[in-house]
């Protein structure tokens, strides 16, 4: 539930929960938002060991998004997203990685992109798809250069 709405780990420290988890089901004992921050964290090694094994051994090609932008805190942002088909010929889409960056500079961009290419073991790229940013010109040229001298251009 706390996945599935993106609710705070503190929800379950709440009194309309803790008087509904007491009426509902009396003998359910409600775990500390601790235990909760624990779960949460296991499941998602446990899904992210799933989804590198499924582009280690099923899946043949991968394509990308890519979009920064920064927050009203002024506070840059990266999100990498993967599209690829698995063995059974449907597709998926899995966020890859959202994280903080330096900059919008194209060098930093193709960096990170990068980075968590390696990170994830993406050997085969189909296609990268950006936005009509002037950064995205020089992060590409960047990937495109490191993807071609390691052979996973397609």
């Given at each position: 539930m706390i996945i599935k709405d993106e609710l705070p780990f503190?929800?379950?420290?709440?009194?309309?929960?803790?008087?509904?988890?007491?009426?509902?089901?009396?003998?359910?004992k409600i775990p500390s938002r601790?235990?909760?921050?624990?779960?949460?964290?296991?499941l998602f090694v446990a899904e992210?060991?799933?989804?590198?094994?499924i582009f280690a051994s099923q899946c043949q090609r991968v394509s990308l998004?890519?979009?920064?932008?920064?927050s009203i805190q002024n506070v840059s942002y990266l999100c990498l997203t993967a599209h690829f088909i698995d063995?059974?010929?449907r597709m998926h889409k899995r966020f890859l990685n959202f994280c903080v960056i330096k900059s919008h500079k194209g060098l930093n961009i193709g960096n990170v992109v990068d980075f968590c290419m390696e990170e994830w073991g993406l050997k085969n790229v189909m296609c990268?798809?950006?936005?009509n940013a002037t950064s995205n010109d020089k992060a590409l040229?960047?990937?495109?250069?490191?993807?071609?001298?390691?052979?996973?251009l397609v």
């Open positions: 503190r929800f379950v420290e709440r009194d309309g929960f803790k008087k509904f988890c007491e009426v509902s089901m009396p003998e359910f601790f235990t909760i921050v624990k779960d949460c964290y296991s992210k060991k799933k989804l590198f094994d998004t890519t979009d920064t932008w920064t063995s059974n010929w990268i798809t950006v936005d040229t960047q990937l495109k250069k490191k993807l071609i001298k390691r052979g996973a």
